[in-house]
């Protein structure tokens, strides 16, 4: 959509980072580029990013995100209900269970959040997307683009001891954020402009004092190790339009805190539209030159 349009016919790649609730920031950024007329030619995502990014790439706009989401968190109890109907039922041992309260298996968890109407497959989506998960076998990057989404987009989302690692075709998968927090390196040569929205966050709230609980060290660490990756990427090879919220104080499952998440997404509308302009201009120039 950006063709002959504000970017001058410039495509656009878009890759959403993980993060937990940190990153339904993005559909704030979806819905800035909804309203400037840019449609990402490819997309990629991890974690939360791949929740959101295939739920924008099989059509629902980032208003139409943002109203479900609205009607899902805002309903305490119809919240409550999806989670329960999340959990994990397999059989397992009592201190299984006991060591796992919250385990959730990913394809429910899909089930219950995602809009009605979300494909089965990739290759159903309008947009192409990228989904970014961790084998666990082979403790390396797993890469899907084809075949059963909702597999792979739940071993992307799937936090250890938080979500139970669902089995693909290559073996069981963890969460993405461990190998690559912000997958734009798998958009290289999709489009003319990079666009990356990085919610791992770099600290967390500075009034926290009290010791960290076991479960929010599990949460707290995978986020740590996000940020790091993400920044290491950043620094060695930065994509052409960076976007990162003010979400660090927030937490993976900060599930009510989603009107200040919503809120420091749409602070960034203004920066992304003006990166987004430069970008195109030096592409221009480089191209006159």
């Excluded at 060290?217 to 994509?239: C, F, H, W």
Aim: charged content about 20%; glycine content about 10%.
């Amino acid at each position: 959509m950006s063709r002959g349009g504000v970017l001058g016919g410039k495509t656009v790649a878009l890759a959403l980072g993980g993060g937990g609730a940190r990153g339904l920031a993005h559909i704030s950024v979806l819905q800035a580029l909804d309203e400037i007329g840019v449609r990402p030619v490819a997309m990629a995502g991890t974690s939360i990013g791949a929740i959101i990014g295939a739920a924008y790439a099989a059509g629902f706009s980032g208003a139409e995100l943002r109203a479900h989401t609205d009607a899902i968190l805002g309903n305490h109890i119809a919240l409550a209900r999806k989670l329960l109907y999340a959990r994990a039922r397999r059989r397992q041992p009592l201190l299984t269970r006991l060591a796992h309260p919250l385990l959730f298996d990913g394809v429910r968890f899909l089930d219950a959040f995602w809009p009605a109407g979300m494909p089965e497959t990739f290759e159903e989506l309008e947009i192409p997307m990228t989904v970014v998960a961790t084998d666990f076998r082979r403790r390396a990057e797993a890469v899907f683009s084809r075949g059963a989404l909702r597999t792979a987009v739940a071993g992307s989302m799937a936090i250890p001891g938080v979500v139970r690692p669902p089995k693909s075709e290559v073996g069981y998968l963890v969460d993405g954020g461990l190998v690559n927090p912000l997958p734009y390196d798998h958009l290289a040569g999709k489009a003319d402009i990079i666009v990356a929205v990085n919610v791992s966050g770099n600290s967390g709230p500075e009034s926290e004092t009290r010791a960290p609980s076991p479960f929010q060290t599990i949460i707290v660490a995978s986020q740590i190790l996000m940020n790091s990756i993400s920044s290491r990427m950043i620094e060695e090879d930065p994509p052409d339009v960076l976007i990162a919220p003010a979400v660090h104080q927030y937490l993976a499952l900060d599930l009510f805190k989603t009107s200040r998440i919503f809120e420091a997404g749409d602070a960034c509308r203004e920066a992304l539209r003006g990166q987004l302009l430069q970008a195109a201009e030096r592409l221009e120039n480089q191209r006159l030159d």
